[in-house]
Structures are given as C-alpha cells and as structure tokens.
C-alpha cells in the first residue's frame, strides 16, 4: 500500500497568514492527489483534485501544487471559516490512501 | 443538485452485521462509481472500497475484505454496505461518496457496536 505522510500534523496560524500543508507519498502517484477539508461533524469537502485543479466552489486562495512524491496545499491568506482538519487522498492506485490529517487552528 | 442522504446512526451487538444504504440524487447513478469509507472519531479516513452501478462490479481494500460488501440497487439509485462479524473496531462513522473524484459525500452515519 502507499504510505501517505502529512505535516504538519496541527497548525496555528493568524488570520491572513499564508499556509501551507505537506503530504509525501511511499512511491511516485504521478498527479492523483486530492486535499480534502473536514470540519467538525462533517464529511470531507474536495478542495483541489489531481494536484493542483481547483474544485468549482472553493474560494482561490486554496491552491495545490506538487507531482510524484511531494505535494503542497496552500491557503494564501486564511480565513476564520478555513478552521478545520485536512486530509491528503492519493487515488493512484489501489488500495487508495489518506494522509493522517493537519488540524488548523487559529491563534 | 446532487445529493447523498446516508441512512441513520446503528447500534448494533458484537457479532451482528448491519446494512447502511445511501440514497442518491441529481445524477445518473446507473453509469457511476459509489465508493466507501471508514473514519474513526479523530483519526484520518480509510477508503473500504468501490462499486460500479453499471454493472455491480467492485473492488475493495484488502483490509476490509470478508467484513463488508458493497451492492447496489439502480432501481432506486440507492448504494449499501454490509457489514459482517462486527466487533468494536467497527465504530466508526462511514461516509459514501461519488465517483472516482469523490466531490459529493453522504453526512456520515455512525455505527456503534456494543453489547
């Protein structure tokens, strides 16, 4: 199975501070990286798809970069509302793995 | 607008098995993928596995071969997961979501298993 290793694993930031989450693959997934946003109580919302596409709805200060084994969601300027966990999701290949999740708070 | 409605919360005996349906809308759910996952309370998520409604073909994560079995009713545009033998590693709340790109969740339905 590919091992999917996220980091930080919690993350305090103020409120317009730039962001950024890490998540390296076991072996090379090409660009089939999703990140996931999930708040409390909630089921995961697709925030960027295969990498680096922007999912339609999600506000343009999420971006998404990286291919191979290493790749990087970044929140440009952050938002109250953008508390939440965030799960890396490599659909290369079977059996499909997440990242053990970044929990963002605020300071 | 597409939607997922997951059945309701189960408490359920070691050693039973229980059903979880999610109900879908808004898209042709006869030509798409449903797949299915395991989150407990606080720690990250694991996919169980993917059916093709088409066809009813799937394929699961080895590690959840033999405790759940995914089927599908296009009748209705309704997903299921059977889940067998359970024990309290089964806790947990499961999500269905669509497709392979995974844009559309269910709310979750949180399975408790307990004597």
């Known amino acids: 199975d590919i091992q999917m290793t996220q980091s930080p694993s919690f993350l305090s930031a103020s409120v317009g501070d730039r962001v950024t989450i890490n998540c390296k693959a076991s072996?090379?997934?090409?660009?089939?990286l999703n990140w996931y946003q999930q708040k409390l109580g909630e089921a995961p919302k697709l925030l960027i798809y295969?990498?680096?596409s922007l999912q339609t709805g999600i506000p343009s200060r999420f971006s998404g970069s990286g291919s191979g084994t290493d790749f990087t969601l970044t929140i440009s300027s952050l938002q109250p509302e953008d508390v939440a966990t965030y799960f890396c999701l490599q659909h290369n290949s079977w059996p499909w793995t997440f990242g053990g999740g970044t929990k963002l708070e605020l300071k | 607008q597409v939607k997922l409605q997951q059945s309701g919360a189960e408490l359920v005996k070691p050693g039973a098995s229980v059903k979880l349906s999610c109900k879908t809308s808004?898209?042709?759910?006869?030509?798409?993928?449903m797949s299915w996952f395991k989150q407990i309370p606080g720690q990250s998520i694991e996919w169980i596995g993917m059916i093709y409604a088409g066809d009813g073909g799937t394929g699961y994560n080895q590690k959840f071969k033999g405790k759940a079995t995914l089927t599908v009713d296009t009748s209705s545009s309704t997903a299921y997961m059977d889940l067998s033998s359970l024990t309290t590693e089964d806790s947990a709340v499961y999500f269905c979501a669509r497709g392979y790109s995974l844009d559309y969740w269910g709310q979750g339905v949180m399975v408790t298993v307990s004597s």
């Open positions: 295969n990498a680096n």
């Open positions: 808004g898209y042709t759910f006869s030509t798409s993928y």
């Open positions: 072996q090379n997934i090409n660009r089939y």
